[in-house]
């Protein structure tokens, strides 16, 4: 009926260890997911979507069919109100009024964490916004915290409106908010999130920030890059080669 | 008592009508027979003992949803030193029981315990059509650039994070944390000479407190933990 007393304290050894064992390995190698989106290889095939298809149909997301109820965890926004600060009269002729990608920006520094009341949505160690729709109480104050608008509530069934399921992953239910994971599930399993894998013109890449060597961290040196609404301080990790 | 028949006859009427639904499911053999469960051809041992399954595998499936989302931990050792991955219907029911109406079903409506809200949301494997997802996996014109753009992925994941993530399902010494756990809790239920009703709540007990201590450990995703702790 009872723990042993013996059982107790391997697994209370073997806790803290793991513990330890935990620290030390983010202080070894540490890791900071994050993207680089190519806007101008983007922008090349306009009407492409595969990423956004291979995403949603990896992630069971719903075609709604009023826009108002619209779930989208990875979609193209014209540049415009994707870069609201970048706007001006004179706005390059390759951007203006052109879709640029975005999605959520696992920010280091995310506001929609913050104002979680049940702690549904939570920031990982290795630095992605995570989501529990366990835990979702469906109140969508981080709808209203998020600048970028990455969050989505499901405001009816999708089940109704998914022509086919994948097994792979869960659906959301009714009265649950969802947003881009950056495929926790697939990085688990060592493959790239669904997206990248998906761009035909590579101009997704994902990779580690901490490591100096990443494919990310070489792009960041030799691009100059933006990102979406820096002035609000939420230090948004996807970043955009204009 | 001149109405004595009268009465008699309606006593007798409302007494079997009241005992009707007893009667019916005595005649029927319907009280005695237990839920008509179709058992897995493949599989013959479960995660965990039976009698444990029988009485708590919802504690089971809310520790496993825990490990997998808010510790990413998603390998599992039963008591048997087996190692699952942790999926719901990517184990539980693509691996085993492959029907859920055999299965989940026949036992939930036999004990009236409503559909659990798992089915909101986890996917009935039979909801996907194998055809229609195949074949769509297959139209999709897939980019040339495909193969090399995959391989690149990984590449640079790996270079990336030493691949700390993966607590791949080989890898059983990643999971060293599930383990006296999961002994634990088999010991229990095996220990058990389980009455019925007393049962799952003595079990519920030693749970409560070895999932406890889990979630004070936190045996971190990456395994990276974990993996360096045996």
């Avoid at chain 1, 994050?34 to 956004?52: E, F, S, Y």
């Avoid at chain 1, 298809?53 to 075609?63: D, G, L, S």
């Amino acid at each position: 009926m009872t723990i042993t007393r013996q059982a107790f304290f391997r697994m209370t050894g073997l806790a803290a260890l793991a513990q330890a064992g935990r620290r030390l390995m983010a202080a070894v190698a540490p890791r900071r997911w994050a993207m680089v989106v190519d806007a101008q290889k983007c922008l090349r095939d306009q009407g492409c979507t595969r990423c956004i298809q291979a995403c949603h149909r990896a992630h069971n997301v719903p075609t709604l069919p009023r826009p108002n109820h619209q779930v989208a965890w990875i979609w193209k926004e014209r540049y415009e109100r994707a870069f609201p600060s970048q706007r001006n009269e004179y706005t390059a002729e390759t951007f203006k009024d052109k879709p640029v990608l975005v999605l959520c920006n696992h920010c280091d520094n995310p506001p929609c964490v913050r104002v979680c009341p049940t702690r549904a949505t939570w920031k990982r160690e290795d630095g992605l916004v995570m989501m529990d729709w366990h835990r979702c109480i469906g109140c969508r104050y981080c709808v209203a915290a998020c600048p970028y608008g990455s969050r989505s509530f499901n405001w009816v069934d999708p089940r109704p409106h998914l022509p086919e399921l994948t097994a792979d992953f869960p659906t959301r239910s009714k009265g649950v908010v969802e947003k881009c994971t950056f495929c926790e599930a697939r990085l688990a399993q060592g493959r790239p999130p669904a997206c990248v894998e998906a761009c035909p013109d590579k101009a997704l890449v994902f990779g580690n920030l901490a490591d100096p060597d990443s494919e990310v961290r070489k792009l960041l040196r030799a691009r100059y890059t933006i990102r979406r609404k820096p002035e609000l301080g939420t230090q948004p990790q996807i970043f955009y080669i204009v | 008592m001149r109405d004595r028949g009268i009465i008699l006859t309606g006593l007798a009427l409302f007494l079997g009508l009241v005992t009707f639904p007893a009667w019916y499911n005595l005649a029927r053999g319907a009280t005695s027979r237990g839920p008509d469960i179709k058992l897995p051809a493949t599989e013959k041992q479960c995660v965990a003992p039976t009698a444990y399954m029988r009485a708590s595998h919802m504690d089971l499936l809310v520790d496993w949803r825990e490990q997998v989302v808010r510790e990413g931990n998603r390998t599992y050792r039963a008591p048997d030193g087996k190692v699952y991955t942790v999926s719901l219907t990517g184990t539980c029911m693509l691996k085993c029981h492959t029907v859920k109406e055999d299965f989940c079903d026949r036992c939930h409506n036999y004990a009236a315990v409503r559909s659990p809200y798992c089915w909101d949301c986890h996917v009935d494997p039979k909801l996907v059509k194998p055809l229609a997802h195949g074949s769509a996996a297959a139209s999709e014109p897939r980019p040339s650039g495909s193969g090399s753009s995959t391989l690149a992925g990984p590449l640079a994941y790996a270079r990336g994070s030493v691949s700390a993530s993966e607590p791949r399902p080989s890898g059983s010494g990643s999971s060293t944390l599930a383990g006296p756990l999961a002994y634990a809790r088999g010991s229990v239920s095996a220990s058990e000479p389980r009455p019925s009703g007393s049962g799952s709540s003595t079990l519920a007990g030693p749970l409560a407190y070895a999932r406890g201590s889990v979630s004070a450990s936190e045996p971190r995703p990456s395994g990276s933990g974990s993996r360096s702790a045996p």
